[in-house]
C-alpha cells in the first residue's frame, strides 16, 4: 500500500517559517491534505488538495507538491502553531486514505 | 454548521466486539463520504475505513478482516464494528465527513475506547 513519509520533528524559532515535508513516490500526481492537531484535540484541515486553505486558516498556512515530495509551510511562526502536521492522501489506485507518520513542531 | 458526535463503550474486553456509533446533525449521512479513523496514544493517525454516500464500504487492508461499516439514514448515523479486539486497538477513534478530494473536512471530537479485560 501507499506510504507517506514525514520527519519526526521540526524546530523553528518565531516569525521564521517552517517547512514540513511529505515523502511518497509519485505525490505530485495526487492530491495532498494537510491537518494541524493539538493535545487532546481533533485533527485540523489546514490545506487541502496541495495548496488549497480551508476558510479560517490563516494566509500564513501554504501548500506545494512536486515530484515525490509535498511541503506545507508556515510563514511568520507563532508559538500557537506548535502542533502536530499531519500529511494525507486518497490513493486512487485502491480507493484508500494514507496518513503520514506526523512531524511535531516546536516553536522554539 | 456540520457537527459529528462519536459515542460507545469505553471499555471493551479483549477478543469482544467493538461498537461506535458516529451521530451526524446539520448534514445528511446519504450525502458525502464518510470514514473512521483511530489514534493510539502518543501515535499517529490511522485511516480504518469509510462509507459512501451510496453505502459503498472501504477499509484498511490491515483491518479489513475485522471491520464493517454501515449508516442509519433514518437515524442519520454512521457505524463501525470492529471484531476480536485486543490491546492495540486502544485508541482515540474519530469520525469525519471527507470533501471531494478525500481531504477530512469536519471531524468529531473523538471518543476513547480501551481495551482490557
Known amino acids: 500500500s501507499y506510504v507517506l513519509t514525514q520527519p519526526p520533528s521540526v524546530s523553528v524559532a518565531p516569525g521564521e517559517t517552517a517547512r514540513i515535508t511529505c515523502g511518497g513516490k509519485?505525490?505530485?500526481?495526487?492530491?495532498v491534505h494537510w491537518y494541524q492537531q493539538k493535545p487532546g484535540r481533533a485533527p485540523v484541515l489546514v490545506i487541502f488538495?496541495?495548496?488549497d486553505r480551508p476558510s479560517g486558516i490563516p494566509e500564513r498556512f501554504s501548500g506545494s507538491n512536486s515530484g515525490n515530495t509535498a511541503t506545507l509551510s508556515i510563514s511568520r511562526v507563532e508559538a500557537g502553531d506548535e502542533a502536530d502536521y499531519y500529511c494525507?492522501?486518497?490513493?486512487?489506485?485502491?480507493?484508500?486514505?494514507?496518513f503520514g507518520g506526523g512531524t511535531k513542531l516546536t516553536v522554539l | 454548521q456540520v457537527q459529528l458526535q462519536e459515542s460507545g463503550p469505553g471499555l471493551v474486553k479483549p477478543s469482544e466486539t467493538l461498537s461506535l456509533t458516529c451521530t451526524v446533525s446539520?448534514?445528511?449521512?446519504?450525502?458525502?463520504?464518510w470514514t473512521w479513523i483511530r489514534q493510539p496514544a502518543g501515535k499517529g493517525l490511522e485511516w480504518i475505513g469509510g462509507?459512501?454516500?451510496?453505502?459503498?464500504?472501504y477499509y484498511s487492508p490491515s483491518l479489513k478482516s475485522r471491520v464493517a461499516m454501515s449508516s442509519d439514514t433514518s437515524k442519520n448515523q454512521i457505524f463501525v464494528r470492529l471484531t476480536s479486539v485486543t490491546a492495540a486497538d486502544t485508541a482515540v477513534y474519530y469520525c469525519?465527513?471527507?470533501?471531494?478530494w478525500g481531504e477530512g473536512r469536519v471531524w468529531g471530537q473523538g471518543t476513547t475506547v480501551t481495551v482490557s479485560s
Open positions: 494525507q492522501v486518497w490513493d486512487r489506485t485502491s480507493d484508500l486514505r494514507v
Open positions: 509519485n505525490l505530485g500526481t495526487q492530491g
Open positions: 488538495f496541495d495548496s
Open positions: 446539520g448534514d445528511s449521512v446519504s450525502s458525502y463520504y
Open positions: 462509507i459512501s454516500a451510496s453505502g459503498t464500504t
Open positions: 469525519a465527513r471527507e470533501g471531494p
